[in-house]
């Protein structure tokens, strides 16, 4: 099964909003409201940062949101800050045998 | 609070083994299953696979079956990985990592480096 697509890249000014997106078939991205987001700090673990579309876990800065609208999930930083720079991961359920599939990661440059 | 602690580095000879292990606590072990989650050198997240911890049944994502096995010591609130046969292509964090509802990952270990080479 492909990954999810997302951007190579993204980059934004601090104080900036910026957009990630990540896009599947109708089966998975499309199919289900099971989309998470992860941030990776290099040389560290991933951090969930929204699960089910668009849920902040607790202790995570309402400065992250997440959407979704067909087959494509998306996240938005708004206010960036030199710490948001890092790689982000989108991933979807897909079935009761494949738990999770993950983009192909996107990093964050904050200018 | 939940954690989960991983073992350290291995350098390994191909067609060596290895074990990895992670260990939990700050929760009933038995409620929630462990993932896997492997990470190549600059590269992205490659989800392997996860563990009933309540059966002890694995299932395996395309990819990782054959030579990568899950196993558990429920009573010692840990589970592993193993990989035989080991390849250079298997040099890779791999990070063991918590369900917290469908499909997202939780709580995560801090990863173990395998490095493959003669």
């Known amino acids: 099964q492909s990954a999810l697509t997302q951007p190579a890249s993204v980059s934004g000014s601090p104080g900036q909003s910026i957009s990630i997106s990540c896009t599947g078939p109708?089966?998975?991205?499309?199919?289900?409201?099971?989309v998470s987001w992860y941030q990776q700090h290099p040389g560290n673990a991933p951090k969930l940062m929204i699960y089910?579309?668009?849920n902040r876990p607790s202790g995570v800065s309402n400065r992250f949101s997440g959407s979704k609208s067909g087959n494509t999930a998306s996240l938005t930083i708004s206010g960036l800050q030199a710490e948001d720079e890092a790689d982000y991961y989108c991933s979807s359920y897909i079935s009761s045998s494949t738990l999770v599939l993950f983009g192909g990661g996107t990093k964050l440059t904050v200018l | 609070q939940v954690q989960l602690v991983q073992s350290g580095s291995e350098l390994k000879k191909p067609g060596a083994s290895v074990k990895v292990s992670c260990k939990a606590s700050g929760y009933t072990f038995t409620n929630s299953a462990i993932n896997w989650v492997r990470q190549a050198p600059g590269q992205g997240l490659e989800w392997m696979g996860w563990?009933?911890?309540?059966?002890?049944?694995?299932s395996y994502a395309q990819g990782f079956t054959g030579r990568f096995v899950f196993s558990l010591a429920t009573s010692l609130s840990t589970a592993y990985l193993q990989i035989s046969s080991l390849k250079a292509e298997d040099t890779a964090v791999y990070y063991c990592?918590?369900?917290?509802?469908?499909?997202?990952?939780?709580?995560w270990g801090q990863g173990t480096l395998v490095t493959v080479s003669s």
């Open positions: 563990i009933n911890t309540n059966t002890g049944n694995p």
């Open positions: 109708s089966s998975d991205v499309g199919g289900y409201n099971h």
């Open positions: 990592a918590r369900p917290g509802g469908k499909g997202d990952l939780d709580y």
């Open positions: 089910d579309v668009s």
